[in-house]
């Protein structure tokens, strides 16, 4: 279940058309901004910088976004990333999201030594445990616990946490890699 503020929308039109009553619109611009630079930037340690600096998020030491990762537009201070943790190429995490009826915010929490891959949509409200690997192309629509491999569209658990410490013990002691 993702842990999200439901606001309903007033008035006959949808809530995307009343964004900036819910958001400010130089706070758009501005994310907007530092964003698009971002996603353009080869540096880890710059990105971090903007992150931390001008968009408010909670970045961890020695975490990596790839080249057009895309955070959220509208409350970037609504995602935590632990230390350590990758995001995969064009990754989208959400903190919002517009219905018809309603808008949605909710935090999104990415714990220690996560792995997301590639061209991974995160929804608001959830959270991915330390250790977690996210397979690429996954739609994370809700919690995600500490140490499984998981993916699809919707996110499905593959490999739970015990089933991945098997398969590491295995590879040590065949002395093989993942790719033999």
């Known amino acids: 279940m993702r842990r999200t ?14 964004i900036y009553k819910t958001v400010p619109f130089l706070k758009v611009a501005k994310n907007f901004a530092v964003i698009q630079l971002s996603r353009y930037t080869p540096f880890v340690g710059v990105k971090n910088f903007l992150f931390r600096t001008f968009l408010k998020m909670d970045v961890g ?29 064009n990754t989208t995490i959400l903190a919002h999201e517009y219905l018809i009826d309603e808008y949605r915010i909710g935090d999104v929490i990415i714990g220690d030594h996560v792995l997301i891959g590639a061209n991974t949509t995160i929804l608001p409200g959830v959270e991915i445990g ?22 699809g569209n919707p996110v499905k658990i593959i490999f739970t946490k015990e089933q991945m410490a098997e398969r590491k013990q295995r590879v040590v002691h065949e002395g093989k890699t993942e790719n033999d």
């Open 5 to 18: 503020t439901k606001y309903p929308t007033k008035g006959s039109a949808n809530s995307l058309w009343h």
């Open 61 to 89: 030491r020695q975490t990596s976004f790839a080249l057009m990762a895309m955070p959220d537009v509208m409350f970037p201070e609504r995602i935590k990333v632990g230390v350590n943790s990758i995001i995969g190429y």
């Open 130 to 151: 330390d250790g977690a690997i996210v397979s690429a192309a996954t739609l994370v629509n809700r919690d995600i616990p500490p140490g499984v491999f998981a993916g």
